[in-house]
């Protein structure tokens, strides 16, 4: 280890010790798929229990609306789980932003449901590492920071409930809570299993793009329709020739099509970009509007589309990369190596950039294949990473970054 002063020893040794094993089992025991609305007002329970130990109000936040277009193009309303807020010391001339997930991607359905031990290092589990692990992490490492008698630090938190389908419905509510921070802290795992963290992500869109045409007999009068799976596949594979250096482009699925002796007559095209930087963000923007006024005038077809960006790119800023330095600077004084590197994943981490402020969002576990049957958590790294937030935390309250 490097030269920590006697407060930060008695922290990060306070942030080590934390039950943080026995709550990621009994939380994992908890299905809290995103759309299980009962799982997830059970976890929002047993997160406002475990983070009332905290000063403040834990308080448990609607989720904004959300709307998405069903396979029949019907716009219908999304029902999404309560948002876990709480507020510490708003007068603190340091404030701070921690972020989570408590939803995972695992249905009410799915066959992954329980824990295992693959062996005396690691266990099997869903949500163990993405991000239950996460969550304990976080909750650890405050709890010792407020212990140390820190006055100076302010700090919200807020574990959503939406991550894992893009936050539609807790995006306003991460938005005002970055207002006037000077640095966030989210909870996903670790990039790698060796611990590197994430550092530039691009941005996410997801459209659903839905056709209508005309429909008409497919033997006797076919030429009076105006073929919609046509027209979205014509779309598609304009979509795809958007790719290029920095932008992926994921056409998906079509929904939609009629019996085989009808033109159909209406398809839905979903779509998913992904841009490294604004600029692309906004190219993209241009090629769709373009494409679907192509298609639209040269098929005779009707074209509405829904969804967008909500996933901004979070480019490596200057003020990202000092708070980078600070996170790697802790880890080197506990003995830990801590890198970084690009990803092409998305998280809240992306929405926090966006308000300018700078975040590391890989502050959770060690782990590994997540959203598979298959995702682990290395226990040891629930230690590991609560003593490394504990630091970074108190490092960040004396305005060392």
């Known amino acids: 280890m490097g030269a920590l002063s006697s407060q930060e020893q008695i922290v990060v040794e306070r942030a080590a010790a934390e039950p943080m094993l026995d709550q990621v089992l009994a939380w ?48 219908i309303g999304i029902a999404h789980g309560q948002n876990l807020h709480l507020k510490v010391r708003p007068e603190a001339p340091v404030q701070l932003l921690f972020t989570g997930h408590m939803d995972t991607v ?51 938190v807020i574990i959503n409930s939406d991550e894992e389908v893009g936050s539609l419905g807790s995006a306003p509510l991460i938005a005002e809570a970055a207002r006037g921070k000077k640095a966030a802290l989210t909870y996903e795992p670790s990039a790698l ?36 799976v046509l027209a979205a596949s014509d779309l598609a594979l304009r979509f795809e020739k958007m790719r290029r250096a920095g932008l992926t482009v994921n056409p998906a699925k079509i929904d939609g099509g009629s019996p085989t002796n009808v033109v159909p007559d209406l398809a839905i095209l979903r779509v998913n970009l992904r841009p490294a930087t604004p600029e692309l963000e906004a190219e993209a923007n241009n ?24 996933r901004p790119p979070k480019p490596m800023t200057p003020a990202a990369e000092a708070l980078f330095g600070l996170v790697k600077q802790a880890g080197a004084d506990l003995g830990q190596s801590i890198g970084w590197q690009p990803s092409g994943g998305v998280c809240d981490g992306n929405n926090i950039a966006a308000c300018g402020v700078p975040v590391v969002d890989t502050m959770g576990v060690r782990g590994g294949k997540i959203h598979s049957m298959e995702e682990f958590l290395i226990v040891e790294s629930l230690k590991e990473r609560a003593a490394l937030s504990a630091l970074t935390i108190l490092r960040l309250a004396g305005g060392a970054a």
């Open 287 to 310: 090629m769709i509007a373009a494409a679907i006024a192509a298609v639209a005038a040269e098929r005779d077809v009707h074209i509405d589309i829904h969804g967008g960006f909500a």
């Open 28 to 75: 994992a025991a908890v299905n809290s798929g995103s759309r299980n609305l009962d799982g997830l007002a059970r976890m929002a329970g047993l997160l406002g229990d475990a983070f009332s130990k905290l000063p403040g109000s834990v308080v448990l936040v609607d989720a904004a609306p959300v709307d998405a277009v069903d396979a029949a193009g019907k716009t």
């Open 193 to 228: 299993p060796d611990g590197a963290l994430a550092g530039a992500r691009p941005g996410s869109g997801n459209f659903a793009i839905t056709i209508r045409g005309r429909s008409a007999h497919a033997g006797r009068n076919p030429d009076d329709g105006r073929n919609a």
């Open 106 to 156: 695992f249905a009410i359905d799915h066959p992954f449901q329980e824990t295992r031990w693959l062996d005396d290092e690691v266990i099997n589990g869903p949500g163990t590492a993405d991000m239950k692990g996460g969550i304990a992490v976080m909750l650890a490492a405050l709890k010792a920071v407020e212990a140390s008698g820190v006055t100076n630090l302010g700090y919200e």
